[in-house]
C-alpha cells in the first residue's frame, strides 16, 4: 500500500498503521459498489462519456474485476456534438480494455423524429439526451446503469442514494428515496425499472485529480491547457465548433484555455488557464474559488433547479 | 490524508446551518458562485440575513418550502483530513433520516443551544448516536454570545449532558462551547471565552483519533463475487478463482487458516490480491480478492472467517429495529426479505419485544407495532442462517436493513444484540 499527502504524491506507508488515505478509502468504497452490481443484477452497463469522472469510473471498474474482464458492457450517449479529442479518446479506450460500446446516438433520435432539435442560437442536445438514453436502457433491457455523477457538483445530487430507483418511465423522485444505510445496498426493482449506480458519489473534483495524478489514468487532452478558438458567452469560452452559432456580437479569439468538465460542445465552457500538466492542475484546482459546474456548464445556468428538472425525467 | 466522516444533529433553530455553513466557508469549500446564488435566493425571500441552509437544500420542495427533507452530504478538506458531512434535518422525520445519516459516521456533532440548555431532542441525538455505535460523541454547545460567554452556563450543561450520556453506551464524549454566528471556537480558538481550555471545533475534528475505531481483532470476509476470468489462452489466469469482497473486519494475511460459512470448510489464504499486485495484509474497509489453497466450493454471500475465531452462526436473532416507512407498520408475524452483509434472505418478525421511547428511554412492552421513526427491539427467525456479530463489535456484521417484498423499499434498520437465547 501507499498513501498520498496533499499534492497527491505516492509515498510508501508504514504497514503497521491499518490506516488508509482518504483516495485509498474512497478508492475501495467504490469497489465495493461496484461489485454489489456485477453480483445482484442480470444486465448492467457503464456510462462512459470520456469525461475525468466516468474515465476514473471506468478505471475503478477495471480494478475491481482485475484479472478478469469487465463483466458488463459500456454506454456512450453521443450528441454527435463532440470534441473530436473525446471521441477519440473513448474509441482508444474501449479498444485497450477489449469491452463492448452500446452508443445511444441523439442524432439517430432526431432522424427519427423521437426528439425535435432546438433552434436558435443557443440550441444546445444536451437536454434530449434523456430519450436516447432511457431508449438504449429498455432497448437493451439493463437493470443496472453505473453513472459518474458525485454529490460535490450539484445540490440535486447531493441528495441522491448510490443506487437510485427509477421507475418504468426512467424517473427520479427526489421525495420517496429508498433509505440507504451503511454500505448496504438495495437494487431491488421490478420488470421494466432500473437502478442508476454512482460509485464516485464520495468523491470530489480535487479527489478525481489527485486520484488521476496517482493512477496514471489518461484523459483526453481537452482537459490539459492548449491554445484553442474561443468566444465569450455569458461569461463562459465556448470553442468555435460547427455545432454552435456565434452572435455577431461575439468574438472568436484564441485563448490559452482547458475545460474542467466535458460534456456537449454547444454548453460546456473552457476556462482560460495554463495548467498543462496534473501537479498544475491539482494546484489549480485546490485554490478554485468557483464550481466546474459553475465555470463551465451553461445547462445548469437555467434555473436554481435546473439539474433536479432533467434528473427527474431521467437525465444522468 | 485521513477521511472521518460525520453526522450532524440539531434542530431549526440551535444554528446547526450556521455551523457547517461556517466550517466550510473558512475551509474554503464553499464556492463564489453557490454562495452568490444563496445570496441571491435568500434576498428574493426576503430573508433577513443569508440563509446557509440553501447551500445544502438543493431540491426545489425544500428551497420553496423552507425546510430540509433528506440527509444531504457536504464535502470539505482541511490540510490534514477529509471531511463528509452526512447533514440530517431536524424535524421532518428525524428519526429515520438520523438513523441513515448516522449508520456510517465516525462522529457525531451536537448542537445544544446555551439559552435552552438540554432539552429533549439534545437527549434523542445523543441517545440515536449512541444506539448506531457512533464512537465519538462532540457536543457543541452553540450561541455562547447570547448567554454572555458564560463558564458557569456553559459547565452546567456540561453537567447535565454528562448525567445523561452515563445511561448510554458513549465512548468519547467531548464539549466545545462556540458561537456558531461570530466563529468562536469554531475554526480558531475564541478570544471571549479564555476560561476554556480545550481545543477548537476544527480542530477537534481534525485530531480525533478515529484510527482504533476499526474492529481490528475479529476476521470477516463477506464474499461479494467469485473473479474466475476463464481465460483459455493464459494458463494461470484459466485456474484463476478469487474471492473478491470488502474486509470488514480484523486483519487477513496470507498463510492464515480460515473457514469458509457455511460449509465449514477449511483452507489457508494463498494469496490477497489486487488490482496493483498482492498485498501482505488486508484490513477493513479494503476492497481486495483472496485465493485460498484449496479448491473448496465458495460463493457470494459465504463468509470467511479465522478457524478459531468465527462469528455467529444463525437464524433466531436479537436486534433494535429502526422503521423508516409510513406505508406499513412492524407487528409480530410480519414477513420481510433481509439483507445482511452479501445474504439476502427471508425472516419473519417472531416477537416484538417492546418500543423504546427515544426521548425517555422508556419501553413499551405493551407496544404492537412499530410506526414510522419508532424503534423497537424484536425477535427474528431468518430462512438462512447469518454469519453475525454484535452491533457494537461490529457495525458491519451487526447491520442488516429489512425490505418489503411487495414495494421492494427499504423498510427497516437492524441493529445486532446477539443470538436468541436457547430457552
Known amino acids: 500500500m501507499s498513501s498520498t499527502d496533499l499534492t497527491g504524491h505516492a509515498s510508501p506507508a508504514a504497514a503497521t498503521t491499518y490506516e488508509l488515505t482518504h483516495l485509498q478509502a474512497l478508492e475501495a468504497e467504490a469497489i465495493h459498489i461496484i ?24 478505471h475503478l471498474a477495471v480494478k475491481a474485476f482485475a484479472p478478469a474482464r469487465l463483466p458488463f458492457p459500456v454506454m456512450h450517449v453521443d450528441t454527435g456534438h463532440n470534441f473530436p479529442e473525446v471521441i477519440d479518446y473513448r ?16 442524432q439517430d433520435a432526431i432522424d427519427a423524429g423521437r426528439v425535435v432539435e432546438e433552434t436558435g442560437p443557443r440550441a ?13 436502457i429498455e432497448e437493451n433491457r439493463f ?4 453513472g459518474g455523477a458525485r454529490r460535490d457538483e450539484e445540490k440535486a445530487r447531493a441528495k441522491e442514494r448510490v443506487f437510485s430507483f427509477r421507475d ?11 433509505p440507504e444505510l451503511w454500505s448496504l445496498y438495495n437494487g431491488r426493482h421490478r420488470k421494466g425499472e432500473h437502478i442508476r449506480v454512482f460509485p464516485i458519489s464520495n468523491w470530489t473534483e480535487l479527489d478525481i485529480w489527485q486520484y488521476v495524478a496517482d493512477e496514471g489514468i489518461e484523459l483526453p487532452t481537452i482537459y490539459y491547457a492548449h ?90 | 490524508m485521513e477521511l472521518l466522516r460525520f453526522a450532524t444533529a440539531g434542530s431549526v433553530d440551535d444554528g446547526k446551518s450556521t455551523l457547517i455553513g461556517r466550517l466550510l466557508y473558512d475551509s474554503k469549500a464553499i464556492f463564489e458562485d453557490q454562495l452568490e446564488s444563496v445570496e441571491r435566493t435568500s434576498r428574493d425571500r426576503g430573508d433577513a440575513h443569508t440563509d446557509l441552509a440553501l447551500l445544502t437544500d438543493g431540491l426545489r420542495a425544500e428551497r420553496e418550502q423552507g425546510i430540509t427533507i433528506d440527509v444531504a452530504y457536504r464535502y470539505f478538506a482541511t490540510p490534514r483530513r477529509k471531511f463528509i458531512i452526512a447533514d440530517t434535518p431536524g424535524h421532518i422525520q428525524y428519526t429515520r433520516n438520523m438513523v441513515t445519516g448516522a449508520s456510517t459516521a465516525d462522529l457525531a456533532l451536537v448542537l445544544v443551544d446555551a439559552r435552552k440548555g438540554v432539552l429533549e431532542q439534545s437527549r434523542r441525538h445523543a441517545f440515536l448516536a449512541s444506539l448506531l455505535g457512533i464512537p465519538h460523541l462532540v ?47 469554531v475554526v480558531e480558538r475564541s478570544a471571549n471565552m479564555p476560561w476554556y481550555e480545550g481545543p477548537s471545533l476544527l480542530h477537534q475534528l481534525e485530531e480525533v483519533h478515529i484510527a482504533s475505531d476499526r474492529n481490528l481483532i475479529d476476521a470477516r470476509f463477506p464474499v461479494q463475487y467469485v473473479i474466475r476470468p476463464q481465460d483459455q489462452t493464459s494458463h494461470e489466469l484459466h485456474d484463476y478463482r478469487g474471492y473478491a469482497g470488502q474486509v470488514a473486519g480484523g486483519v487477513f494475511k496470507p498463510g492464515d487458516e480460515v473457514v469458509v460459512l457455511p460449509s465449514g470448510l477449511t483452507s489457508t489464504v494463498a494469496s490477497i490480491d ?28 459465504d463468509m470467511i472467517a479465522r478457524v478459531r475465531n468465527r462469528p455467529h452462526v444463525g437464524q433466531d436473532i436479537e436486534a433494535m429495529v429502526c422503521w423508516l416507512t409510513a406505508d406499513t407498520s412492524l407487528r409480530s408475524g410480519a414477513k420481510l426479505a433481509v439483507k445482511h452483509t452479501t445474504r439476502w434472505g427471508r425472516t419473519m418478525v417472531k416477537d416484538l419485544q417492546y418500543r423504546l421511547d427515544v426521548n425517555t428511554l422508556h419501553r413499551d412492552e405493551d407496544a404492537t407495532e412499530l410506526s414510522l421513526n419508532e424503534i423497537g427491539r424484536v425477535q427474528l427467525r431468518t430462512t438462512v442462517p447469518l454469519f453475525f456479530d454484535e452491533y457494537r463489535r461490529n457495525r458491519t456484521t451487526g447491520s442488516f436493513i429489512l425490505v418489503d417484498e411487495g414495494t421492494n423499499n427499504t423498510v427497516g434498520a437492524g441493529i445486532i444484540l446477539g443470538p436468541t437465547a436457547v430457552a
Open chain 1, 35 to 58: 461489485r454489489e452490481v456485477a453480483a445482484e443484477f442480470e444486465r448492467p452497463v457503464m456510462l462512459f462519456s470520456g469525461g475525468k469522472d466516468s474515465a476514473v469510473m471506468l
Open chain 1, 227 to 316: 491554445r484553442r478558438r474561443v468566444f465569450q458567452r455569458d461569461g463562459m469560452w465556448l470553442a468555435d465548433t460547427p455545432f454552435v452559432t456565434v452572435g455577431e456580437d461575439e468574438e472568436v479569439e484564441e485563448r490559452l484555455v482547458r475545460f474542467r468538465t466535458v460534456g456537449d460542445a454547444s454548453c460546456t465552457g473552457a476556462i482560460e488557464s495554463s495548467a498543462a500538466d496534473l501537479a498544475a492542475i491539482i494546484e489549480e484546482t485546490a485554490v478554485t474559488r468557483v464550481t466546474e459546474r459553475g465555470a463551465t456548464r451553461a445547462d445548469d445556468r437555467i434555473s436554481e433547479a435546473g439539474m433536479e428538472d432533467r434528473k427527474r425525467e431521467g437525465y444522468f
Open chain 1, 168 to 178: 418504468d418511465f426512467g424517473q427520479w423522485d427526489p421525495k420517496n428515496q429508498r
Open chain 1, 124 to 136: 444546445s442536445r444536451n437536454r434530449l439526451q434523456t430519450v436516447p438514453l432511457l431508449e438504449a
Open chain 2, 139 to 185: 457536543v457543541c454547545v452553540n450561541k455562547m454570545d447570547l448567554v454572555d460567554w458564560s463558564q458557569e452556563r456553559y459547565d452546567e450543561i456540561k453537567a447535565e449532558f454528562r448525567s445523561f450520556a452515563m445511561k448510554l453506551d458513549v465512548h468519547d464524549l467531548t464539549f466545545v462551547p462556540v458561537s456558531a454566528l461570530h466563529g468562536d471556537n
Open chain 1, 91 to 106: 474509441d482508444r479506450r474501449i479498444a485497450e480494455l477489449g469491452a463492448r460500446l452500446v452508443v445511444a446516438s441523439v
Open chain 1, 143 to 146: 437493470d443496472a446503469v453505473f
Open chain 2, 274 to 301: 489486487t488490482a496493483d499486485g498482492r498485498v501482505d495484509e488486508a484490513y477493513a474497509p479494503m476492497s481486495v480478492t483472496i485465493r485460498l489453497a484449496d479448491d473448496v466450493d465458495v460463493s457470494r454471500g
